[in-house]
Each structure stands twice: as C-alpha cells, then as structure tokens.
C-alpha cells in the first residue's frame, strides 16, 4: 500500500496509559525490533485505532488525487451534470469500500498483517456515518457509489449534522437513545472553508420599480447563517472516477461569534447567535413518516437546498452559457419531498435576482428538476403551515402562490366546470391554518415524477396523485424500481460467496454487470458447488452468533433456521405480526409432547432496527420483542427450539453482517404501504430466503426469482381499502389463533400486561388497520411451509442459488442508468489516467 502515513498517524490518540513512541519516523524506514517496541508501548484498542488511521489516511491520499482529476475533468469537459438532493445519505463505513472500489484490499490487507494486524479489526474501528433513518438513505448512498461506478459525473448535496441517527440502547427491553457523535477523526471529509454561502431566513420582501417601470422584489433577510461545504470523496468501482458529496454545516456568519456584540460587551448574545447558527446542522430529524411541521426542521431543508442551489448555479455561471441552456447543463433529483424548497428558490433566483421573465424562468426549472416519491402513506405526504413559511420565508411563500395562481388558472381552462378538482389539486389546502403542500409543489416544478417499484407507481398514480395524472397525462409519471448496489451488499458484505460467484464466473464482472449473476443457475446441481454455497451460509452464520453473543449476551445454535427482520420498526412494516407469530410459535411448542417437539426445526427470530423516540406504539412492539426473548430464551423445556434477538443499534455495518446469515427474512408490510424495501433484494442476493406480502419490490422480486423459490402470504393490496372499511364498520373478527396469542399477553406470560394494551387494543378495538388479524393466519400457514421446506435442505440450497443467479435486474446499476436515461439525460465521462 501507499504505506507513506506518517508515524505520527499510527500512533493513534494520546490519552492516559498512552506513551508516544520516542522517534517520529515513517512505516518505510520501520524495523521489526522496532515494531515490537512501539506496540508494546501502546494499549491494545488504541493500536487497532491506529491501524485504522494509518490505512484510512493512506486510501484518503490516493482518492484526493482521483477526486481532483475527476474534478477538473467533468469541469473541463462541461458536460450535464447530476445533482441528487437527499437530506439523508446513510453511507456506513468508507474505509473497506474505498479499498475494494480501489482494488488495493489485499495490498492493504498484507501491509497491515506485516505490521501485526488484521485487516478486519482495524475496519471495525471506523465509526459508522448514519446520516439516514433507513431505506430512503440508504438508497441515496447506493446511488452514489453507482453514479460514479458508472462514471456518471454526479454530486449529492446534503446536510453534515453533528449528531446522526441516535445511537439505540436497549434498557430493561425499552429503546433508549443516545446521541451519535460520529465526526472525532472522520478522515473521509474534507473542509471547504473557502466554500461558503451566507444563507437568509425571515425579514421581509420589498418591492420596487426598475427604470422601465417592471416590479422588482428583493427579499431583505432578518437572520442570516453561513454554510460550510464539507467534501467526502466517493470512488467508483474499478473506475478512476471519484464523485463528490458536499455536506453543508451551518455556522454562524460573523464567523466565530458577533465581534461587534462581543465589544460592545453582549458576549453572551454573542455566543448565542452562534449556538443558533449552529443547530440549523446539529441533528437529523428521526422519521416516523409523520411530519411534525418543527421550524428547525423547515430552515433545515431551506438551508441545505438554498446553499445547493447557490453553489449549481455559481458552477453553471461558470460556463458563460445562456439560461436556457441550465437544464441541458443540470439535472437536479429530489429525494422525496424534503428537498421541494429548491424548486421555489430556483425560480426565485432567476426573477428576483437575474432578471428573468417568470415563464422562462418557470421552464428552466421544471427542465431541471426530478422529484422521486417514497411512501403513499398520507400522513407521510409533507406539509409546512403558511404562517410558518411567511415568517420564515417569506419571498418563497409569495412565489409558491404564483406558481399555485398560474397553476391553478391553467387547471381552470382545461377543466372550466370542475371547482372540486381545483381544491383538490391547489398547493395550498384551505385548513386552519392554511398549508402548503410540498409535494405538490415537486410535481407541479418537476418534469418527471417517480415511485421506487412498480406496484407503488401504480399506486400513486391511481391514489394520491391521480388528479395530477389527469392534468398532465400519464407521461410525467414513472417507475424505476430500486436496486442495491452489488459492490457493498455482496462483495463486501460476503466476500466468501463473492468469491466463490467469481470463481464460477471467471472474474468479479458480475460486480458491474450484475445480470451475469444468470451463470450461475448452471451450476445449480454441481454437488461440490452447492457444498461450497451451503459452507459459505454457515459460515456466514457463524459470524452472526457471534454478533449475537457479543450484543446481547445470548448464544445461538448457527444451526437453527435464522429468521430475520430488520428495519425501522414501524405498525406498517408490521414487526407486531411477526412477534406475535414467534409467541404463536412458542405457545405451539409448549404444548407438544417431548416427542413432537423433536421433529421440529429449532429457530432464531432475529429482530434489528430503531423505533422513532417519539413513536410510542413502535416503542412498545421493541418492548414486546424483549419480554418475550426474556421468557423465551430462558426456558430450559425449550431450549434451541426458539430463541428470541433483539440486535441493539442495527445500522449499516450491522446489516453487512446480518444480511449474508439469513437462512429467511421477513418483508410482511400490509399490502401497498411499503413502497419498495430495498433490504429484501440485500437478502436474497446472499442467497436468504424471504417471506413477505405481496407488496413493494417483493412483487418484482416474485416475477425475477418465480414464486416457487419465495414465500408470499397475506392480502393484497387491492383489497386492504375494503378489508380496512369493513373493520370500521364492525365488520371484524379477531383471528382465534391471535386471539391465543393475546390471550397469553393479556395473563401476563411476558410481564406486566398493561404496557402492551394499546398494541392490542389497535387490533381489537380499534379497527386494525395494518390487518395484522386479517394475515395472521396465512402467515403462520406460510411459516409451517418454510419450516417443512427447510427440512429439506437440497432443496432449500437449489433455490437459495437459484434465487441469487435471477436477481441481476436488482442492481442499482441498472436504476441509475434507467435515472439518467428516462430522467436526466446525462452521459457518463470516462477519467481516464492521463486527464
Ligand atoms: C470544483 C471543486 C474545486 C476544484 C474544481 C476543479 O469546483 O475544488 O478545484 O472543481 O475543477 F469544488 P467547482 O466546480 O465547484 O467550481
Ligand atoms: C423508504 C420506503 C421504502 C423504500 C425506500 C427507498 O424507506 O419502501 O424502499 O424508501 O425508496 F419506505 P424506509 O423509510 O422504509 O426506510
């Protein structure tokens, strides 16, 4: 490796029972005496830190240089670019990405062993950058590392909190949270100090006249807060394209603190004007897919998308090109609704501060901007009330009334007679008080709109947009299906499988052209191979258990079928049912003979993922999880037959190690709430797996794999409405197997029952409108199915590799490429070495 990291790097932190060194000297010049004396100096976990520094550093210098030349080459040759706006970007670790993607992990790996480490220790110490709540995150990470696999010159733009999703722990069974303080010694960012953007919130709008009588508004700020820019290099894949991701940290913009406050002797208004400046950036908002309308939250997304902007069309000023050139020269995507304020600020740019017409001005936008939907979930849509957005914004919120006026009046002409469609369809809703409604807004500035699989473009397109679809025809609206990208969720999450797919392939190719992965199904009956597939799951199991026994102190039989469902926990998600299913399952099991129970499949239910703080109901199915692993896992007339997880804290690096171990994992959401899931395509592609409904991508993922290698249960989603309406009116039976289950709850078999009442009484009483009842029985008969089919192993291993070989259409390779053909129209530019 470009082991030229100065010593002063290895030696990690100084802190009490730390000694430095005597001599400041460079790997190179490093003897093995020396090694020994150094090491036997520094305490363990701060020499693995070390290692990690030292290494991380290494890759950092080299991807500076790819960054620069990929950099200076997209300028050079000036072709469009990609701009994906995401408030979130829930990345994980970077340093073993930046070694694959380079191609320099062995290199690194026996440098290292050279020096007395393992590579896998010194990975495990970088900290993981969880700027995300969950799949919408993820999938802006996945898009980078394809953008510049791709070589697609792209940027994301986002916001760098100082606290990322909380840290979860579990106390006597409840989710705490602890804040996240991931950014001591983040070797990946760079500061962009000369990279800054003085940011405006409140004030007022003036208007006056110009010399040939034309109205000018100009937006005088009551605060103003400076933006950052913070780089974090991101490689592509076997490519010398290296793409950037700008995070922006808000500071206050008199720098330090006010000096004229400060001297004039209101030194604590001074610091705190700073403090204010600093939240803007301080933490991202957990999501319960209910927007909470928090002023924070809205100067946030002003924030971050203002500061964006500011810097997209400084670049593009750059060129010298006209205006009407900025859609050929920029392709902006909005990551859900959070970033919808650039649409406003763009054409506020435009009129207010270059002079354009409104509707030239209103073309360039609606040319430049994507707007991708993530959930039909109505609570979930996103709406800022107009007083807040006046006092905050109050130039924005005068634009945003144009752009509903003109909107609106050209709704009027095309349907005269219909006054319901144009309430229906106004940006603004006529509540108290009045809001604005985002997402309405990104259709109306966007000239594509897209859900994330099939089944839910459908859905929006007959459900919350549908009157949309009627003004602009069907045309602005379309699917791309979500992808993963293959390079972490495979190759680096299973280096094994990865290896042995290689091996069978004749090369890693398939790491970019995932749909050569079809080879494989050649191989299905080769004896050896499947020996091979199935040692690789064990294996892979193995390190689980091992996860398992550190987290929470439980040991698990690797042999048992590994049944796993991580994700947030949310009532639509439907963790409830699954818990519900293990208690089903543990009442089964204790009313069997010794005999009986010695046909069964022993079990681990493994559970993973963080409940919003303020989400009570998802607090306490965690609750549940818990008090029942209590009981469960201590029960000696059980023993291995069922054992309960709760993994504490599942993130990224957590899901690289879950995901290879799956033998089933549970994707049960109530039919047309989950939009895609992405961690459904992550197990089956190492070869898990999977039970679910017939919703989100599991439809896709049926069509791909056929739907003998998957396990659906449960109603569809064209039913739930009628299912949903019929509860509300008392139409509803408690399904007598939950019924069971409750029953159990309620006699206090997992404690203190009243701590699980309104988890129940959402099913009982109050209408169940997850249908958690309506699908417990088909979910329990489709479990019976996976413990009979798992008995036959040979079986099982056909469609584990039958499954993996069909799965290429689920690369997000292929999703940005079908992003930049049907949505960007970008070209990818090849960094070659000499640029
Ligand atoms: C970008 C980077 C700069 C880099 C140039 C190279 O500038 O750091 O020096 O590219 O061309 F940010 P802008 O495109 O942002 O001006
Ligand atoms: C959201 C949706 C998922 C979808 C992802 C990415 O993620 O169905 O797969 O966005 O499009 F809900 P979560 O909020 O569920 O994590």
């Known amino acids: 490796?470009?082991?030229?990291?100065?010593?002063?790097?290895?030696?990690?932190?100084?802190?009490?029972?730390?000694?430095?060194?005597?001599?400041?000297?460079?790997?190179?010049?490093?003897?093995?005496?020396?090694?020994?004396?150094?090491?036997?100096?520094?305490?363990?976990?701060?020499?693995?830190?070390?290692?990690?520094?030292?290494?991380?550093?290494?890759?950092?210098?080299?991807?500076?240089?790819?960054?620069?030349?990929?950099?200076?080459?997209?300028?050079?040759?000036?072709?469009?670019?990609?701009?994906?706006?995401?408030?979130?970007?829930?990345?994980?670790?970077?340093?073993?990405?930046?070694?694959?993607n380079v191609g320099m992990k062995d290199i690194a790996r026996d440098g290292l062993a050279d020096l007395g480490f393992r590579i896998e220790d010194a990975i495990s110490q970088e900290h993981d950058a969880a700027l995300g709540n969950g799949g919408l995150g993820r999938l802006a990470a996945c898009f980078l590392d394809s953008m510049a696999t791709l070589n697609y010159p792209a940027w994301g733009y986002g916001l760098r909190y100082r606290y990322g999703i909380f840290k979860q722990e579990i106390v006597n069974g409840y989710q705490m949270e602890i804040p996240d303080y991931w950014l001591d010694n983040n070797p990946w960012e760079f500061p962009r100090h000369d990279i800054t953007v003085d940011i405006q919130f409140y004030g007022h709008v003036n208007k006056t006249y110009d010399e040939d009588g034309k109205v000018v508004y100009s937006w005088e700020a009551g605060e103003t807060v400076r933006a950052v820019a913070y780089d974090v290099p991101i490689p592509g894949y076997r490519t010398k394209t290296t793409n950037n991701l700008r995070l922006w940290s808000s500071k206050a913009s008199s720098g330090e603190f006010d000096f004229q406050k400060f001297n004039a002797g209101d030194y604590e208004s001074a610091v705190a004007d700073q403090q204010t400046a600093e939240t803007i950036s301080a933490v991202l908002y957990p999501n319960d897919n209910l927007e909470r309308g928090k002023e924070l939250r809205l100067k946030q997304q002003y924030f971050w998308c203002a500061a964006s902007l500011y810097d997209i069309v400084r670049r593009f000023k750059k060129t010298k090109r006209a205006w009407s050139e900025f859609p050929d020269q920029v392709a902006i995507q909005l990551n859900d609704t959070h970033p919808t304020l650039a649409i406003v600020e763009l054409q506020r740019i435009l009129i207010d501060v270059e002079g354009l017409e409104w509707d030239e001005a209103w073309r360039i936008v609606t040319g430049t901007f994507g707007y991708t939907n993530h959930t039909v979930l109505p609570e979930a849509l996103e709406k800022w009330s107009v007083p807040l957005m006046q006092n905050l914004l109050p130039r924005h919120l005068q634009i945003?009334?144009?752009?509903?006026?003109?909107?609106?009046?050209?709704?009027?002409?095309?349907?005269?007679?219909?006054?319901?469609?144009?309430?229906?369809?106004?940006?603004?809703?006529?509540?108290?008080?009045?809001?604005?409604?985002?997402?309405?807004?990104?259709?109306?500035?966007?000239?594509?709109?897209?859900?994330?699989?099939?089944?839910?473009?459908?859905?929006?397109?007959?459900?919350?947009?549908?009157?949309?679809?009627?003004?602009?025809?069907?045309?602005?609206?379309?699917?791309?299906?979500?992808?993963?990208t293959p390079r972490r969720w495979l190759h680096q999450a299973n280096p094994e499988l990865s290896a042995l797919i290689a091996d069978k392939l004749g090369g890693y190719d398939f790491l970019t052209d995932l749909t050569l992965l079809d080879k494989l199904e050649a191989f299905v009956d080769d004896k050896n191979f499947r020996q091979e597939w199935s040692d690789i799951k064990a294996k892979n199991k193995l390190r689980l258990a091992k996860l398992i026994k550190d987290v929470t102190g439980y040991s698990v039989n690797p042999n048992s079928?590994?049944?796993?469902?991580?994700?947030?926990?949310?009532?639509?998600?439907?963790?409830?049912?699954?818990?519900?299913?293990?208690?089903?399952?543990?009442?089964?099991?204790?009313?069997?003979?010794?005999?009986?129970?010695?046909?069964?499949?022993?079990?681990?239910?493994?559970?993973?993922?963080?409940?919003?703080?303020?989400?009570?109901?998802?607090?306490?199915?965690?609750?549940?999880?818990?008090?029942?692993?209590?009981?469960?896992?201590?029960?000696?007339?059980?023993?291995?037959?069922?054992?309960?997880?709760?993994?504490?804290?599942?993130?990224?690096?957590?899901?690289?190690?879950?995901?290879?171990?799956?033998?089933?994992?549970?994707?049960?959401?109530?039919?047309?709430?989950?939009?895609?899931?992405?961690?459904?395509?992550?197990?089956?592609?190492?070869?898990?797996?999977?039970?679910?409904?017939?919703?989100?991508?599991?439809?896709?993922?049926?069509?791909?794999?056929?739907?003998?290698?998957?396990?659906?249960?449960?109603?569809?989603?064209?039913?739930?409405?009628?299912?949903?309406?019929?509860?509300?009116?008392?139409?509803?039976?408690?399904?007598?197997?939950?019924?069971?289950?409750?029953?159990?709850?309620?006699?206090?078999?997992?404690?203190?029952?009243?701590?699980?009442?309104?988890?129940?009484?959402?099913?009982?009483?109050?209408?169940?409108?997850?249908?958690?009842?309506?699908?417990?029985?088909?979910?329990?008969?489709?479990?019976?199915?996976?413990?009979?089919?798992?008995?036959?192993?040979?079986?099982?291993?056909?469609?584990?590799?039958?499954?993996?070989?069909?799965?290429?259409?689920?690369?997000?390779?292929?999703?940005?490429?079908?992003?930049?053909?049907?949505?960007?129209?970008?070209?990818?530019?090849?960094?070659?070495?000499?640029?």
Request: glycine share 6%; aromatic share 10%.
């Open 1 to 100: 490796p470009s082991v030229g990291a100065p010593i002063a790097d290895l030696q990690g932190p100084v802190g009490p029972g730390f000694s430095r060194p005597k001599h400041k000297r460079t790997f190179t010049g490093f003897g093995p005496s020396e090694i020994k004396s150094v090491e036997a100096s520094i305490p363990e976990p701060l020499r693995e830190a070390a290692a990690y520094s030292g290494t991380a550093l290494a890759f950092r210098d080299r991807l500076i240089i790819e960054w620069n030349r990929t950099q200076q080459r997209q300028t050079f040759t000036d072709q469009k670019r990609v701009y994906y706006l995401s408030l979130e970007f829930l990345m994980g670790r970077a340093l073993d990405n930046a070694m694959l």
């Open 400 to 484: 945003i009334y144009d752009i509903n006026l003109f909107f609106l009046q050209s709704v009027e002409k095309r349907f005269p007679n219909d006054r319901d469609m144009l309430s229906r369809v106004s940006i603004i809703e006529e509540s108290h008080p009045k809001m604005v409604r985002m997402a309405y807004i990104a259709i109306i500035g966007s000239h594509k709109v897209n859900g994330v699989a099939e089944l839910h473009s459908d859905l929006i397109k007959t459900t919350i947009f549908k009157d949309f679809v009627t003004i602009y025809g069907p045309d602005r609206f379309t699917n791309v299906t979500n992808g993963i």
């Open 561 to 835: 079928l590994f049944d796993v469902q991580v994700k947030r926990i949310h009532e639509y998600k439907r963790q409830q049912l699954n818990i519900f299913g293990v208690i089903h399952r543990y009442l089964s099991l204790k009313a069997m003979t010794p005999e009986e129970r010695k046909k069964v499949v022993p079990r681990v239910s493994i559970f993973g993922g963080k409940a919003a703080p303020g989400y009570w109901m998802a607090k306490s199915i965690i609750y549940l999880i818990n008090s029942v692993a209590a009981v469960v896992n201590k029960d000696e007339e059980i023993g291995d037959l069922l054992k309960v997880i709760f993994i504490e804290d599942y993130n990224v690096s957590k899901a690289e190690i879950i995901c290879p171990a799956s033998d089933i994992s549970e994707h049960i959401s109530t039919a047309g709430t989950e939009a895609s899931g992405t961690s459904n395509m992550k197990f089956v592609l190492n070869g898990g797996l999977i039970i679910g409904t017939c919703d989100g991508a599991n439809i896709e993922i049926t069509r791909e794999i056929g739907e003998q290698n998957i396990f659906l249960f449960g109603n569809l989603a064209e039913d739930v409405e009628d299912l949903r309406h019929r509860h509300f009116y008392g139409d509803f039976q408690l399904d007598p197997q939950l019924k069971r289950v409750f029953d159990a709850i309620k006699e206090g078999t997992f404690g203190d029952p009243s701590s699980f009442t309104s988890l129940i009484s959402s099913i009982e009483e109050h209408g169940d409108y997850y249908l958690v009842s309506d699908d417990f029985n088909s979910y329990i008969a489709t479990h019976d199915m996976v413990d009979k089919e798992f008995q036959n192993q040979e079986e099982w291993l056909a469609k584990s590799i039958t499954s993996v070989a069909r799965m290429g259409f689920f690369s997000m390779d292929r999703v940005t490429n079908e992003y930049a053909d049907s949505i960007w129209n970008v070209e990818p530019l090849n960094i070659a070495d000499e640029d």
